[in-house]
């Protein structure tokens, strides 16, 4: 009878997210593309802006550029730099009173996921009457944001070109998923000039949160011929640029390589939505606290093991495109290489295999509450069992 409920509202998130109206945004890419977009910013008349970021990014002197690009065109601005990771409420608000009172026209985005989501949400609230729990689901806004304008600092969540927000209650502490198209950022520059100098343990985690949305949006039952064609571009460049620029941050080819593979993985899931990798990964976040992109990291050679034969074809096209193995060789025989390939690459990254922290008696809710996000809200390829989601779980415990 679950599985049923949950085949159900898998046709209709599938339909959903194909059928929200979206405008695709402006991309500048390259090197200092940062700035161009500032430029942009001055072109559409904007003399009043709200640069949104982080502390570290704040203190950092990566505004450096984008601050003297916006004096230099006559663009005035105020700094918020108030997000934290997993933004709250009080981020969202702080930061929309300081739009309301500078009187701000437009949102310049700085930073990674959690940026960008408060950013989003900062914009939704200054347009609608709020409070931010009314966002609360799909579409739920009346009107378009204040203009947004992202520049990613990391190359993973995708954040940049998805219509999602994850924005924390912090009361419930629940993490409300906010789906909005109105959402999307009308323009986005990705630089890699901004990302050489993200530390390599960052890279390695957010890279792998980029790989998990390419594959799981490959695996989705949602994906069309756009959103593959996406996934396995951002596979491809992937597994071509993340090893180099997790060994050599200062590799501009390597990073401008991973800034797009992440923005072609976030293209390809805010289609088709993703897996039970993420939503495993989700309550590790929850309950240990574990970042999402070593989460993804810990289980997603594990799921794809698990789901067995259904997903052997799929892989095995993932594997050509990243240069694993031969054409020749069998879909069960490709499969398994790509599995190991995410199994060494996870190593030679020397990613944290273990959450801190994770206790027996944590296992049963992750489980429940795995199998309940994943069946209400991801086309996944095949349903699990609660017992083959437990084994993998169980599996996050050190012997
Ligand atoms: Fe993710």
């Not at 994943?374 to 989601?389: K, N, Q």
């Amino acid at each position: 009878m679950k599985i049923l409920y949950f085949k159900l509202r898998a046709v209709v998130v599938t339909w959903l997210l194909r059928l929200l109206p979206r405008n695709p945004p402006v991309v500048f890419k390259g090197a200092n593309s940062a700035l161009t977009l500032c430029e942009q910013v001055a072109v559409m008349g904007y003399n009043k802006v709200i640069v949104v970021t982080d502390n570290f990014l704040g203190s950092s002197g990566i505004l450096d550029g984008i601050k003297g690009t916006l004096d230099r065109l006559d663009v005035a601005f105020v700094v918020y730099d108030g997000v934290l990771p997993d933004p709250a409420f009080d981020q969202v608000q702080e930061g929309e009173a300081v739009i309301r009172a500078e009187r701000c026209q437009a949102i310049i985005a700085v930073g990674g996921g959690s940026v960008l989501d408060a950013a989003k949400m900062m914009s939704m609230l200054h347009a609608n009457p709020g409070p931010l729990e009314s966002f609360d689901g799909i579409q739920k806004s009346k009107k378009p944001g204040l203009p947004l304008f992202a520049i990613p600092t990391t190359a993973g969540t995708g954040s940049e070109i998805t219509l999602a927000a994850i924005i924390t209650d912090p009361i419930s502490h629940r993490k409300i998923p906010i789906v909005d198209s109105k959402m999307i950022p009308g323009y986005i520059a990705l630089d890699a000039e901004i990302m050489k100098g993200m530390p390599p343990g960052i890279t390695a985690a957010t890279g792998m949160d980029a790989l998990t949305h390419a594959v799981e949006s490959y695996l989705s039952k949602a994906s069309t011929i756009a959103t593959e064609e996406h996934a396995r571009a951002a596979v491809r460049l992937i597994f071509k640029y993340l090893l180099h620029a997790y060994n050599e941050g200062g590799d501009i080819e390597a990073r401008d390589g991973m800034a797009l593979a992440a923005f072609y993985a976030g293209a390809a899931f805010t289609k088709t939505s993703v897996g039970y990798v993420h939503g495993i990964a989700h309550q590790l976040g929850r309950v240990c606290g574990t970042p999402h992109g070593n989460a993804n990291a810990m289980v997603l050679p594990e799921v794809l093991a698990a789901y067995g034969d259904c997903v052997h074809r799929r892989l095995a096209d993932l594997a050509i495109v990243a240069g694993i193995g031969e054409p020749t060789d069998s879909a069960a025989s490709l499969a398994g290489k790509f599995i190991q390939a995410i199994i060494q690459m996870r190593k030679d990254m020397a990613l944290p295999l273990l959450p801190r922290d994770l206790k027996a008696g944590d296992i049963p809710g992750i489980v429940d509450e795995a199998i309940a996000e994943a069946g209400s809200l991801y086309p996944v390829p095949r349903y699990m069992s609660e017992a083959e989601i437990t084994t993998i779980v169980n599996g996050l415990r050190a012997a």
